[in-house]
C-alpha cells in the first residue's frame, strides 16, 4: 500500500510493469522511475455562497525533474483521488518524453464539483488552489494547464493569483490561457486536432479513406467536441455516435453535428437534443464504426467490452480510458483493431502547450497556422516512430510508444546519476 493505492495508480504501475520488462529495467530502477518526485496535498478552504465555509481537498503531484520542469493539466472532479492524480502524472511523462518536449509530467487538481459551484465560488477555489501552490510551482519548475473541468477563464484565474504575488505578470505559469493574456493561437483545439490528424493517419495505416469513415466520439467537452468536428469537416469523417454523461446519441445515416454543438453551446450538455437518437451510454463504445475516439474518462474500455468494440481504428482522446486487461484483449484483436495509445493519440494538446510556454517566455508570438504546421510536424514524427517500433519488435502501439518514453526519461537519470 502507497498514498497512491488505488485503481488507476494500479493501471499506470501495471502498464511501467509491463513495459519495464519489455525493456529488461532492473528491478532496483523501477521504483525510481515509476514513484512520483513529490505530491502535495492541501486544503482548499471556500467562503460559499450561502455563507458556510466548505473546505476542498487538492492536491498536485510532480513526477520526475530529470528533464526540464514539471508540466500537466488541472482537473476539477467530485471523486479526485491523489493516486488517479499520480497516475495522469505519470502517464504524462511517457507522452512529454514521447514528443520529445523538455518536460517530465505533473499533474492536479481540486476534490469538487464544478458545475455544482457559482461562478464566484469556482473563482474562488481556483485563486485558493494556486495560492496554496505557490511554493512548489513556477515557470522552471512546474507548470500548470487545463483538464477536465477546467477552461482558459480557470488558468485566467492562476496566471493572475501567481502574478499578483509576484508583483508581475507571469504568462508562463499556466498554459490554455485565453489569447489575450499571452496564450497562444489554437491551443483550446490542439488536443482534439491531434487526435483527429492522428485517426486520419490510421486509416492511411490500415488502408481505409477517411471520407468513408464513420466515428463514434465518448465526451463532448474540450477533447471529444473538437475531435468531432475535426473528423468530420477537415478529414470528412460521418460522426455516427456522441456522448456525454448526461446523454448518448446515435445515428447510423450521421448526426447532424452543427446542430448538437449549437444545442451543447447554449445547454451546456447533450441532454434534451432529442430523443430519437438517444441509446444507453453503455452501448455507445460497442456500436458499429470505423474510428473510435474515448475523449471522457479513464477505465471505460475493460475486459468485459474489448472483445465487442466494432471499430477498426481506436483513438484514445481520453488519458487512460483502456484497462491493461482490456490491452491484452485488444492484442489478440490487432488485426482488427488498430490502437493509437493516449500518450501519442491526446499528445496534440501538451504540445502545443510547450509551444505556448515558449512563446510567453520569449514575448514572441506565432500564427495559427505556425503552430498548427509544427504541431503536425512533431504529431507526424511520434506516429512514424511508434510503428515503425511496433513493427519492428512485433509489439502494440502502446508497448512501442510507452517503452520509447520510459527510454528517455530512463536514459536521462542515467546521465546525470544519483545525488548525491
Ligand atoms: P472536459 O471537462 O472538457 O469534457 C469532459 C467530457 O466528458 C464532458 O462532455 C463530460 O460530460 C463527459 N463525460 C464525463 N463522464 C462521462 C461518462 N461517464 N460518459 C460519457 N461522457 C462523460 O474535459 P476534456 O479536457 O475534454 O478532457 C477529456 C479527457 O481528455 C480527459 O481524460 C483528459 O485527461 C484528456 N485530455 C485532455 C486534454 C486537454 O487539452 N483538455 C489533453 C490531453 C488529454
Known sequence: ??????????????????????LGIPEDERARLLYPKRAITVSVPVHMD?????????????????????KGGTRFSSSLHVGEV??????????????????????GGVACDPPALSRRELEAVSRRYMQEMIPFVGPQTDVMAPDMGTNEQVMAWFMDTYSMHHGHAVSEIVTGKPVSLGGTEGRREATGRGVAYLASRACDAIGIRSQDSTAVVQGFGNVGS?????????????????SDHTAALYDPAGLPLDAVERHVAEHGVLAGFTNQ????????????????????????????????????????????????????????RSDEVFVIPDILCNSGGVIVSYFEWVQDLQQLFWSESEVNDRLERLLEGAFTQVTRRAAAERVSMRTAGMSIGVEKVRAGKQ???LFP
Open 226 to 242: 473538437v475531435s468531432a468536428y475535426t473528423l468530420a469537416r477537415r478529414h470528412g469523417v460521418r460522426i455516427v455516435g456522441v
Open 277 to 332: 437518437m438517444g441509446i444507453a451510454p453503455d452501448d455507445l463504445l460497442t456500436r458499429p464504426c470505423d474510428i473510435l475516439v474515448p475523449a471522457a474518462v479513464e477505465r471505460v474500455i475493460t475486459a468485459e467490452n474489448a472483445g465487442k468494440l466494432r471499430c477498426r481504428i481506436l483513438a484514445e482522446g481520453a488519458n487512460g480510458p483502456t484497462t491493461p486487461d482490456a490491452d491484452a484483449v485488444l492484442e489478440q
Open 86 to 107: 499520480a497516475a495522469l502524472a505519470i502517464w504524462m511523462s511517457w507522452k512529454c518524453a514521447l514528443a520529445g518536449l523538455p518536460y517530465g509530467g505533473a499533474k
Open 50 to 70: 450561502d455563507g458556510r465555509t466548505e473546505v476542498f481537498q487538492a492536491y498536485r503531484v510532480q513526477h520526475h525533474l530529470t528533464l526540464g520542469p514539471t
Open 1 to 22: 500500500m502507497t498514498i497512491y493505492s488505488g485503481p488507476v495508480f494500479e493501471m499506470a504501475r501495471t502498464q511501467f510493469g509491463i513495459i519495464a520488462d519489455h
Open 415 to 417: 546521465l546525470r546519476g
